[in-house]
């Protein structure tokens, strides 16, 4: 089992960065698959990224079209932790972002995933 806890989170401005981080215990985190979601207030929880299991073969992430070129999700295996960079940062990226883990390969849908950490809110202010 492998426990997950997000930080990073915070205000920025428009057009700014953040960088989130996604830490594990328990477990070593290169053995799942990783997937970031967020969800703003009054709609679901949405796909931003994920990234599949360290094996044998390299994978790349992979990211929602409304992220894509702005985040970059990175993996640091000696420090049991994933991280999201967002640049380019907009209003719309408002939300409560969450980490998720699973085995083997990411998912876009947030049901695939076992493991959740608590969420970390992120606000961008015009």
């Known amino acids: 089992q492998v426990q997950l806890e997000e930080s990073g989170g915070g205000l920025a401005q428009a057009g700014g960065s953040l960088r989130l981080s996604c830490a594990a215990s328990?477990?070593?985190?290169?053995?799942?698959?990783i997937g970031w979601f967020r969800q703003a207030p009054g709609k679901e929880r949405d796909f931003v990224g994920g990234?599949?299991?360290?094996?044998?073969?390299?994978?790349?992430?992979d990211y929602a079209d409304s992220v894509k070129g702005r985040f970059t999700i990175s993996r640091d295996n000696p420090e049991n932790t994933v991280h999201l960079q967002m640049n380019s940062l907009k209003p719309e990226d408002t939300a409560v972002y969450y980490c998720?883990?699973?085995?083997?390969?990411?998912?876009?849908?947030?049901?695939?995933?076992?493991?959740w950490g608590q969420g970390t809110q992120v606000t961008v202010s015009l």
């Open positions: 328990g477990r070593a985190l290169r053995t799942y698959a």
């Open positions: 990234i599949s299991r360290n094996g044998g073969r390299t994978y790349y992430p």
């Open positions: 998720g883990a699973r085995r083997l390969y990411y998912s876009r849908s947030d049901k695939d995933y076992d493991y």
